[in-house]
């Protein structure tokens, strides 16, 4: 779907209980990511779970562990 010249779609992480969308922006080359609020207990086990790796897509980035899994599945989602 496209609003305002922003391309979306909406994505779904059954296992780890996840949903939000991602959105496209091409005018300004940008990629937006939204993820629903914690809603449910499974939800606050991810929040607590703040041990830090490093991104390798990202040079001196540190990201939350579950992240590097939600943008693994979400990429799929996302070329399908």
Do not use: M, W
């Not at 940008?30 to 939800?43: D, E, H, K, Q, S």
């Amino acid at each position: 779907q496209e609003v305002s010249g922003i391309k979306t779609k909406v994505f779904n992480i059954p296992f780890l209980k996840l949903q939000g969308f991602v959105g496209y922006y091409a005018a300004k080359h940008t990629v937006f990511v939204a993820f629903r609020g914690t809603v449910n207990i499974p939800n606050v086990i991810l929040d607590l779970n703040i041990k830090q790796t490093d991104y390798p897509a990202c040079h001196k980035c540190k990201v939350i562990k579950v992240f590097t899994k939600v943008i693994t599945v979400l990429l799929v989602q996302l070329e399908n």
